[in-house]
């Protein structure tokens, strides 16, 4: 492994270098970032074909964290998917995942890293991809590593006082495989949207088909009359719970709060 340095233009920069940037190296110093086909800044990558969210019970999954995060990958054009991991414990978690986001994500995989059940379909999805573990702490993203790459990494745990994640990720790092290139990202609690109130329905997959088709072209899918999405919902095409989840977002990106 071969470790190099960044020019000094470059180190000031508040956008000069993220993990999964391809660069130009002299003399073993970082001269020049070559353009991005994409960027996310939470977490704050580039580069990538793919986010892969994991979750599992415990600590319990935060849906309007996922839905935020979703967001902000769908705006980009970047696919996302979801890994239940720990179906040795459960399949609760797994089943109100596919409820919430099966018309809102590329896939969604159930899996184990203590067993390995569902790890082998999981991996040969991966290769030829970039892709980005992220989700909440001690959901199991160092494990399934462990598990996909035959490595030992340090695992978090659950606090049994506040039930949240002990961190054990600190830094994004890429580790590489049979085509398969994972970006490990540092678990988090809370996720701000960079988006206006207006984008949001844009942001949703499953809305996507509806968009246009309302009484009024300046429809906010909240309460208007004739809404081709609240019908959606009604229909039970779209989610419920994730609508409802929609409702307090756009509300909160109106009036510039953060939860």
Do not use: W
């Not at 199991?140 to 039930?163: M, P």
């Not at 309302?214 to 909240?222: A, G, I, V």
Request: aromatic share 8%.
């Amino acid at each position: 492994m071969k470790i190099c340095t960044a020019k000094g233009s470059l180190k000031i920069k508040s956008d000069g270098l993220v993990t999964g940037d391809a660069v130009e190296i002299e003399n073993d110093v970082i001269t020049k970032v070559l353009p991005r086909k994409n960027r996310l800044y939470r977490p704050n990558v580039a580069n990538i074909d793919l986010v892969a969210i994991v979750a599992s019970n415990p600590p319990e999954p935060d849906f309007y964290l996922f839905d935020k995060l979703i967001s902000s990958c769908t705006i980009k054009d970047i696919k996302v998917i979801i890994v239940v991991n720990k179906l040795d414990l459960e399949d609760t978690t797994a089943k109100k995942t596919e409820e919430n986001y099966s018309s809102a994500v590329e896939k969604i995989f159930r899996i184990s890293a203590k067993t390995g059940e569902g790890t082998a379909e999981f991996f040969d999805f991966l290769k030829g991809k970039t892709v980005v573990f992220s989700g909440q702490s001690a959901v199991g993203k160092t494990s399934i590593l462990n598990r996909l790459f035959d490595i030992n990494r340090q695992t978090g745990e659950v606090s049994k006082k506040t039930e949240r994640g002990k961190q054990t990720t600190t830094v994004s790092e890429i580790i590489e495989k049979d085509g398969a290139m994972i970006i490990d990202t540092p678990g988090f609690t809370s996720f701000d949207l960079n988006l206006d109130a207006d984008e949001l329905p844009h942001s949703y997959p499953e809305f996507l088909p509806y968009l246009g088709k309302c009484r009024f072209t300046d429809c906010r899918h909240l309460s208007e009359p004739d809404c081709a999405i609240v019908k959606a919902v009604e229909q039970g095409e779209i989610n419920k719970n994730r609508y409802q989840r929609y409702k307090e977002i756009y509300k909160e990106l109106q009036n510039g709060k953060k939860r």
